[in-house]
């Protein structure tokens, strides 16, 4: 019996009448169960609304899907979602349907009248709300059960910002004494009155309306450089919502943070009264940064990273996105730098500093400038090496505030050595025709230290007149050493002479003779290990013997045969194709390879043979040491064991190392759990000990704050882990959120391995997690996806800066020259990514399924045409092969319905409301297709003809119970995926009904969702299992069932895939069948139709390759979502719907915003990548930022309906252009002001007098007409 019918129904027949008692209480509303369940739980929820009517059922499942995801309070008695939660879902579209279920009233428009006794500085304050208005007369409330007031007899849900003043005055009534003060009732006040303002409330009496108190709860941190004679200063200037525009000099003319500052606004006084969190932050800014000036390694990482710096008071205060916002207003967010060296025949002509300038929008700017003099170098490297042992986070070297990370180490050494060889290098060019080396020495160099060059013997011959250049030995050779830097172009020669070399020999048996692992001489730029010394002193040696006999033989002795020239000049030029071909070589896995598996592999465990190469993969390549190989990407297709294979390469490392530093995996949190299960799955207890940095254990190993030295303390610095926190674990697993938050504690120890799970939390440059993961100091880096490119080439070239640093030069240049496959029309672009795949194959690992498909069961695709009896089902169907599903006639009344509402909006002249408009006629028509019943805005019922009539209208969902009938039959498991939440409680009654099931539903990345798919996995036989397309991307092992339903389709062909693969991956013992049943019609192309199609071709598109390699495929990427284009275009929603080019009729009409976005899409189509710039208490006198190549145009953009325009923009055009100038250095701006009129004689003078160019209204239609823009295109752009 369920259990609404337990404690409320009689017994006999199931009644669809509801029974759940909803109640409007003030902690939120209140479903009561009039009973209690057996268990608190969601499942516990499940199981007792199994005997339930429709209407329950469906409430009740969608309860459950609250409750796992602590959107909601369970008890055994009902459930209770509080009213925040609910202002919450109500405005997500995730659960804007769905929401219906709850019977919620529909919101009014009332506002709170609010009124005070006493004055805020006396114990006796209160304020309370006296009256309600509904905008125009006072109204009675009857009752206010919280959030749901009753007006004559009508319920009506007060809006968010109306409860929570409500709910504020309630918790200020009932403050204690100690809250009584001046200060603390000011603070209240504060916040009080700026919710209130947010609804609109009135003030009854004028001490009320005048008191003005602003308590910022949260801080901006906008920052500005400047030049200054001593040098670029950077400023902050801590700021908050609505402050008033004395506030910074207030802030400024104290030495310390006060209580309370008091400022003029217009006529009247305000004051701003700090909190202790926002007192906090700003104290550390007074602390660290004297006039708000940043100086120092402590003021550095305070504005590097706040939230590692503050700790939690910094999660309060500041947020992240808005940091990360103003940060990126100074400027670029890193410089990213490295020391190049030019050479020409041996020697060094310059050596470049390379800065790669990393910005907020995700862009990048190298430049690269020669050291004039070697003492400029030294300076360089003096100020390098000062940043690093002060532990900066970045230094200033001309222009540039270089970011220094776990590279500058390695750029330091590097540059140490390209000085020595800078001073030691011969005096003069050295021919490298008269260069001789020994055959084949460079192959026998191994086992070199990380970062050290290679040195090779050679020897240059000393010219006399009239000698032979072609003998295979000259009369004199004089000793030289060829120096050949990893990453670095060309070759360096440093002359010797014959003593060193027996001075070199001697030290070199002094080492070999006391067991010394290290060499060091003067002339060498490094120490070098005593047994590649050896070899080095051998080389010269054999050579010089050489000598000696050609000598004692006589030089006037006939040759009797030319000797071939023994050279061996190893290319190291980093982009050239000899030197991929080499490091390819080098870094390949030989074709005998063996996994080396380690001990701790349970028995019985039988790897893959995919998996066994993978291991065999990493183990070479770690073998190879940080100088050939600083990490790799393992790209593998998901659902092939990326887990699995990383911790048997961790396993193998521990056992050979057992005294090595520990390896750091950061994974979602929802994954954390997998990578614990999966080494207690396939290892035993000896594999190296794992902690969970999360949780209670991460609280456990946080330094305790007494423990914390009063100086970091008084510093605001407390978030740290203690200073064993590793103790005796190898792996460690934790969130990425801990990179930002606990940077400097994790910066400090030494990895032996990173991994970074779902790595594309870390392909955007310069965001504080990136930034973060490349501080760590890792022997072996890895970056783990499936997905390496989503939308655009530089998603990978940041997954390559982490694991090999370098290796795709700087972002700017590889953006300018590297296309995705799909992209690639010319010879030379295709000629490019050939060069890219080089580049990348020796630390890529990418396998497919394809690949490994003699390793996995098959996939079918099932198909059925509507006048077919019985399904066919195909490993690939064609384009025109789909599983179709009737139209009902119910569906066709709505749909075009649907059809109606989005012709209606497409000839709505306001842009905004018609995307908008247009949009909800396209979700509209979906739901229609996937569920009659389930309609956005309406609550779900059940056909009240009865259960035969709502199947008859819902002919997917009747095919869906149909084909699931056939599945239980065999004994088999299915899912099935949709990700609208109606839908899903829907899906769970009809189930329940038909199979007497309990599927669970999963959405979302909550962190035990692992163990619902256990519980549905362990189950025997028949089950099903309800996810959202969304909770499938990552993760989750769904193998236990092997019949995929897409209820509703993705919007994207990659996500549908994935979703798939929940299944169709490793461990599934039989053959996966895959259903898209796709609602038709016979007389037009249906949404669901025109979206099939749409799949099938971007599918396409994303597989199509130039060598039919997954690696091409992986390069093209998942792209991007379909968009509202793609789907109306030519008519595709059944109906045509209006296409046409937009006129100036249609410009006139834009508000200034869409105007922006206007002129962004115009320039667009002229050729520029253009954008439209972010509004941050303004845009600085930029709207659109073009850019096209080294050249930009910067556009501020002025819509009006007056027919002449002032010089307004040419003046905010003007002053906003160096900000940006100063962001793109290499580019040269031209600066527009465009209108939809025409510009004053007045404004077109200060336009030449400030070269400003003018597009008035004839230019602008001119434009219009040469790059039409259709009304498809311009609502999409409004979208984004």
């Not at 899906?987 to 619902?1012: A, M, T």
């Not at 219009?1264 to 999409?1276: A, C, K, R, S, V």
Request: hydrophobic residues 40%; aromatic residues 8%; contains cysteine.
């Amino acid at each position: 019996m369920g259990l609404f019918e337990f404690f409320k129904r009689p017994a006999g027949p199931k009644s669809d009448e509801p029974s759940l008692k909803i109640a409007w209480i003030n902690d939120g509303i209140r479903i009561e169960f009039m009973g209690e369940l057996m268990e608190a739980s969601p499942e516990g929820l499940l199981a007792a609304i199994h005997e339930a009517g429709a209407e329950d059922s469906v409430l009740g499942a969608y309860l459950a899907q609250l409750a796992t995801e602590n959107r909601c309070r369970l008890d055994r008695k009902g459930v209770t979602i509080p009213w925040r939660d609910l202002y919450k879902l109500q405005g997500s579209t995730e659960h804007v349907g769905a929401i219906n279920l709850l019977g919620l009233p529909t919101q009014g428009p009332l506002r709170p009248v609010l009124d005070s006794t006493g004055t805020l500085s006396g114990g006796d304050f209160e304020l309370a709300v006296v009256a309600w208005t509904d905008g125009n007369q006072r109204v009675q409330l009857e009752r206010l059960d919280g959030a749901v007031a009753t007006v004559a007899g009508k319920p009506q849900l007060l809006s968010a910002a109306a409860w929570e003043t409500v709910s504020e005055l309630s918790a200020f009534r009932a403050r204690g004494d100690g809250e009584r003060t001046q200060h603390a009732q000011e603070l209240a006040w504060g916040r009080i009155r700026r919710i209130a303002d947010r609804a609109g409330a009135l003030y009854a009496s004028p001490y009320l309306e005048t008191t003005l108190v602003l308590t910022p709860d949260a801080l901006r941190l906008p920052l500005a450089k400047e030049e200054t004679p001593f040098g670029r200063v950077l400023t902050v200037s801590p700021t908050f919502e609505g402050a008033p525009s004395g506030w910074l000099n207030a802030f400024d003319g104290f030495n310390s943070v006060q209580p309370h500052y008091d400022l003029t606004r217009g006529s009247g006084r305000v004051r701003v009264v700090i909190s202790d969190p926002v007192r906090k932050v700003l104290s550390a800014i007074k602390r660290e940064m004297p006039s708000r000036r940043v100086a120092g390694a402590k003021a550095e990482k305070l504005i590097h990273n706040p939230f590692a710096f503050l700790g939690d008071v910094a999660h309060d205060v500041l947020r992240e996105d808005e940091f990360e916002a103003d940060r990126a207003e100074a400027g670029s967010v890193a410089a990213v730098f490295s020391i190049v060296s030019r050479m020409d025949h041996g020697r060094i002509n310059t050596i470049d500093l390379s800065v790669t300038e990393h910005y907020g929008d995700g862009s990048a700017q190298t430049h690269r400038k020669a050291f004039k003099t070697q003492e400029e170098l030294d300076a360089f490297l003096a100020a390098l090496r000062s940043a690093l042992e002060q532990d900066r986070e970045q230094f200033p070297w001309d222009e540039y505030d270089l970011t220094v990370d776990a590279e500058s180490t390695i750029q330091l050494e590097r540059g140490l050595q390209l000085a020595h060889l800078w001073r030691t290098q011969p005096a003069e060019r050295i021919e490298f025709d008269d260069i001789y080396e020994l055959d084949g020495y460079s192959g026998r160099i191994e086992g070199i230290g990380a970062a050290k060059p290679i040195y090779v013997p050679v020897f240059q011959k000393e010219k006399k007149e009239g000698e032979d250049d072609d003998g295979w030995l000259p009369s004199d050779l004089t000793p030289m050493v060829k120096v050949i830097l990893q990453g670095h172009e060309g070759q360096v020669l440093i002359p010797l002479t014959k003593e060193w070399v027996d001075q070199f020999d001697a030290q070199v048996a002094d080492a070999e003779q006391r067991s010394i692992t290290e060499v060091q001489s003067d002339s060498l730029p490094t120490s070098i290990t005593t047994q590649h010394a050896r070899t080095l002193v051998d080389g010269f040696k054999s050579m010089l013997g050489a000598q000696s006999q050609v000598r004692s033989d006589g030089l006037s002795q006939q040759r009797k045969q030319k000797g071939a020239r023994q050279t061996l000049l190893v290319k190291m030029n980093f982009h050239g194709v000899d030197y991929l071909e080499e490091r390819r070589a080098s870094l390949a896995l030989s074709a005998d390879w063996q996994a080396e598996i380690p001990r701790c592999q349970r028995p019985g465990i039988e790897l893959k043979k995919h998996q066994r190469y993978g291991i065999a993969w990493f183990q070479h390549l770690v073998s190879r040491g940080v100088t050939e190989c600083r990490g790799a990407l393992l790209a593998d297709d998901m659902g092939l064991g990326k887990t699995l294979q990383l911790l048997s390469v961790l396993a193998w490392y521990y056992e050979g190392n057992p005294n090595a530093s520990p390896s750091i995996i950061f994974a979602p949190k929802s994954l954390l759990e997998n990578w614990v299960n999966e080494s207690h799955k396939f290892f035993n207890d000896s594999f190296p000990e794992m902690l969970v940095l999360y949780g209670d254990e991460l609280m456990d190993r946080k330094q305790p704050l007494g423990l914390i030295d009063s100086q970091l303390r008084d510093k605001g610095i407390v978030d740290l882990l203690k200073p064993s926190w590793v103790g005796t674990a190898k792996v460690i697993v934790t969130t990425y959120e801990m990179l930002t938050s606990y940077e400097f504690s994790l910066a400090k120890q030494p990895f032996a391995f990173l991994i970074c799970d779902e790595a594309q939390r870390i392909k955007t440059p310069g965001t504080l997690v990136t930034l973060a993961a490349k501080k760590l100091k890792a022997d072996f880096r890895i970056a783990c996806t499936g997905t390496p490119v989503e939308n655009s080439l530089a998603d990978l070239w940041c997954l390559f800066d982490l694991v090999q640093p370098g290796l795709l030069g700087g972002l700017e240049g590889f953006g300018k020259t590297y296309r995705r496959p799909i992209e690639c029309e010319t010879e030379e672009q295709k000629e490019a990514l050939q060069r890219l795949q080089a580049a990348i194959i020796p630390q890529t690992l990418r396998r497919t399924k394809v690949d490994i498909a003699d390793e996995l069961p098959k996939k079918y695709f099932a198909v059925k045409k509507v006048a077919q009896a019985a399904l066919e089902f195909k490993l690939l169907p064609g384009d025109d092969e789909r599983l179709e599903i009737p139209l009902a006639e119910h569906q066709r009344v709505l749909y075009k319905g649907g059809l109606k509402k989005l012709q209606d909006a497409m000839s709505e002249s306001d842009g905004r409301k018609r995307a908008r408009l247009s949009f909800g006629a396209l979700h509209l028509m979906k739901a229609v297709c996937a569920e009659p019943y389930c309609l956005p805005g309406a609550k779900f019922l059940v056909d009240k003809a009865g259960w035969d009539t709502h199947l008859a209208n819902s002919p997917k969902l009747s095919w869906l119970l149909n084909r699931l009938a056939e599945v239980k039959a065999v004994g088999e498991k299915a899912i099935v995926f949709t990700e609208i939440r109606e839908v899903q409680a829907a899906l769970h009654y009809f189930l329940k009904e038909s199979f007497g099931l309990r599927p669970y539903i999963i959405n979302g990345d909550s962190q035990g969702r692992q163990s619902y798919i256990d519980k549905f996995s362990a189950k025997p036989g028949f089950d099903v299992i309800i996810l959202s397309t969304l909770a499938a991307g990552a993760g989750l092992n769904v193998t236990a069932a092997n019949h995929v339903f897409h209820f509703t389709r993705a919007w994207n062909p990659s996500k549908e895939t994935q979703a798939t693969d929940r299944a169709f991956r490793i461990g599934q013992e039989r053959d996966v069948y895959v259903y898209c049943p796709t609602v038709v019609a016979d007389d037009f192309s249906t949404f669901e139709i025109r979206l099939d199609q749409l799949l099938k071709r971007k599918a396409g598109l994303a597989g199509a390759t130039l060598d039919d390699g997954g690696l091409t495929s992986m390069l093209n990427g998942a792209g991007k979502d379909a968009t509202f284009r793609d789907l109306v275009d030519d008519g595709g929603v059944g109906d045509d719907v209006p296409k046409r080019y937009l006129t100036m009729d249609d410009v006139d009409r834009m508000d200034g915003e869409a105007f922006e976005v206007f002129c962004c899409l115009m320039w667009s189509k002229r050729g520029f990548q253009a954008s439209v710039t972010q509004k941050r208490g303004g845009d600085g006198g930029i709207d659109v930022v073009a850019l096209k190549g080294q050249d930009g145009e910067l556009l501020q953009c002025k819509s009006s309906k007056s027919a002449k325009i002032g010089w307004d923009a040419i003046k905010e055009v003007t002053a906003g252009a160096a900000c940006y100038q100063s962001q793109y250095r290499d580019t040269r701006f031209r600066r527009l002001a465009v209108t939809n009129q025409r510009f004053t004689p007045s404004a077109c003078g200060q336009a030449v007098a400030n070269q400003v160019e003018l597009i008035d209204r004839p230019r602008l239609e001119e434009l219009l007409g040469g790059h039409p823009i259709t009304n498809y295109d311009f609502d999409e752009a409004l979208r984004e």
